[in-house]
Every structure is written in C-alpha cells, then in structure tokens.
C-alpha cells in the first residue's frame, strides 16, 4: 500500500485549500498524493457534489484520478485543476520542510510541471 498525503477542500477555514462559495461544504473534497506519482480527488460526501467537466459537461464524481488539464467543480464553484495544483504546491512551500512536503513538490515538479505560486487565490 503506497502512502497518502491529503489535503482539505471547502468552505471551514481548517481546509488546506479555502473556498468561499455558499455552494461548498465544510469539508468538501480532498486531493490525495501517493508516493507512486498519482493525485486523486475525492469527494467527502459535500451536499452540493463534486463533479468533472467531461465532454463539455460536468458529471458528478466520487473518486478520480486527476491530471492538471481536468476541470472541476464543488458546488458551483468552477476550478482548474492546475490552480488546485498551485495552490497545493503554495501550501507545502510554506510548510516545515520533512519527507511528505519534499515529495508533493517532487510530484508537482517533476510529474505534473507545477511550479508557479498562487499569490491570490481566492
């Protein structure tokens, strides 16, 4: 079993990534790292969804293996899934150095070409 890094999407201000829309949850969804170089997004049973923009239409998701060129939604709120990426990538730069950190940037470089700050995200 690979190890997991997760980071909180919603609308408390304890989530890693904030969102202030009425639309979205507490805690919405999550992205999740893994240490084989795959990010997933997961929704957290939000009242309003989770969805993907598939075909020019949003679907609703669970669990999804995403790549920066996805488009997603919480609620109504429409997203890129590279500024989530850079986003993540702002957080974990802003953190204490250790091991969890240093591979999401790993991940984020060297997999997803992530490497731009966020300076304001909301």
Do not use: W
């Not at 890693?16 to 170089?37: C, K, P, Q, R, Y």
């Not at 309003?48 to 609703?60: A, D, S």
């Amino acid at each position: 079993m690979s190890k997991e890094i997760k980071y909180t999407i919603g609308k408390k201000r304890s989530c890693d990534i904030v969102l202030n829309e009425d639309t979205v949850s507490g805690i919405h969804a999550e992205i999740i790292f893994t240490n084989d170089n795959k990010i997933y997004l997961c929704d957290k049973n939000s009242l309003n969804g989770t969805f993907l923009l598939t075909n020019k239409k949003f679907k609703k998701i669970q669990n999804i293996k995403l790549s920066p060129t996805d488009v997603v939604r919480f609620g109504l709120c429409e997203i890129a899934a590279k500024e989530l990426f850079e986003c993540i990538h702002m957080v974990t730069s802003l953190r204490k150095p250790d091991n969890d950190t240093k591979l999401i940037v790993k991940i984020l470089k060297n997999t997803y070409k992530i490497t731009q700050k966020v300076v304001e995200f909301i």
